[in-house]
Nanobody, 129 residues
Framework: QVQLVESGGGSVQSGGSLRLSCAASGYTYSASCMAWFRQAPGKAREAVAVIDSDGSIGYADSVKGRFTISQDSAKNTLYLQMNSLKPEDTATYYC???????????????????????WGQGTQVTVSS
C-alpha cells in the first residue's frame, strides 16, 4: 500500500504560480511511476505530468513549458511547480502512483488514469482571470 497526501493548492490570479507537493508513505519502493492528474468540474480526469524513478518525465501538451514535475526521493515527496497559470488550469489536482507498465524488461509510466492504483485526496487549484 502507498499513501499519498497532496498540499499546496489555493487561489491565484492568471499568470501566477503555485507549487503542489505530494507526500508519499508506505511501500513507496513499489511506486516507480508517479504522476499528477487534474479534474475540472464536468470533465474527465486527465494526466498533467508523470515521472519515472529513473528520471524520465512526460507532460501533457497543455502544460509543457509552464509546469515542472520533480521528486525528492529522500523525502518521498513529489512536486509540481506551476507557472504562468491560466483560468483553464482550474481543477482539483491529484497525485498518483503505481509500479508502471512493463513490456519485457522495459518500464513505461503511462499518462492514463487506469494505470495508477494509488491516489491522493486531491487539492484544489483555482485561477482567476
Amino acid at each position: 500500500q502507498v499513501q499519498l497526501v497532496e498540499s499546496g493548492g489555493g487561489s491565484v490570479q492568471s499568470g501566477g504560480s503555485l507549487r503542489l507537493s505530494c507526500a508519499a508513505s508506505g511501500y513507496t519502493y513499489s511506486a516507480s511511476c508517479m504522476a499528477w492528474f487534474r479534474q475540472a468540474p464536468g470533465k474527465a480526469r486527465e494526466a498533467v505530468a508523470v515521472i519515472d524513478s529513473d528520471g524520465s518525465i512526460g507532460y501533457a501538451d497543455s502544460v509543457k513549458g509552464r509546469f515542472t514535475i520533480s521528486q525528492d526521493s529522500a523525502k518521498n515527496t513529489l512536486y509540481l511547480q506551476m507557472n504562468s497559470l491560466k483560468p483553464e488550469d482550474t481543477a482539483t489536482y491529484y497525485c498518483a502512483a503505481d509500479r508502471g507498465y512493463y513490456s519485457g524488461d522495459r518500464r513505461y509510466c503511462l499518462m492514463v488514469r487506469g494505470a495508477y492504483g494509488y491516489w491522493g485526496q486531491g487539492t484544489q487549484v483555482t485561477v482567476s482571470s
